[in-house]
Nanobody, 118 residues
Framework: QVQLVESGGGLVQPGGSLRLSCAASASIFQYDMGWYRQAPGRQRELVAVIRSLGSTIYADSVKGRATISRDNAKNTAYLQMNSLKPEDTAVYYC?????????????WGQGTQVTVSA
């Protein structure tokens, strides 16, 4: 089992920046790492994914403002968000996913609150 713990959330002014961290209890080198978010009354949505080999994808809503990265040696994934908007307000969740022919591994953190407000 892999435990994921997010940190770095908080209150930030519009236009500001945050760096979220996702610390894993075990090696993540073979996992795709993702960040998702969920605002009140809305479905959880993809923010960004970094594949095990390093390729990335971003939701249109954050493209150009978000950067996902990983440090496999530290078992940690990151989400840098700049030019934050009120609509970025949500609970942000870290995800580790590994799909193989023989099985699937899928882990989630407990989330960290991001609030963008003046």
């Amino acid at each position: 089992q892999v435990q994921l713990v997010e940190s770095g959330g908080g209150l930030v002014q519009p236009g500001g920046s945050l760096r979220l961290s996702c610390a894993a209890s075990a090696s993540i080198f073979q996992y795709d790492m993702g960040w998702y978010r969920q605002a009140p009354g809305r479905q959880r949505e993809l923010v960004a994914v970094i594949r095990s080999l390093g390729s990335t994808i971003y939701a249109d809503s954050v493209k150009g403002r978000a950067t996902i990265s990983r440090d496999n040696a530290k078992n940690t994934a990151y989400l840098q968000m700049n030019s934050l908007k009120p609509e970025d307000t949500a609970v942000y969740y870290c995800n580790a996913h590994w799909l193989t022919i023989g099985g699937e591994y899928d882990y989630w953190g407990q989330g960290t609150q991001v609030t963008v407000s003046a």
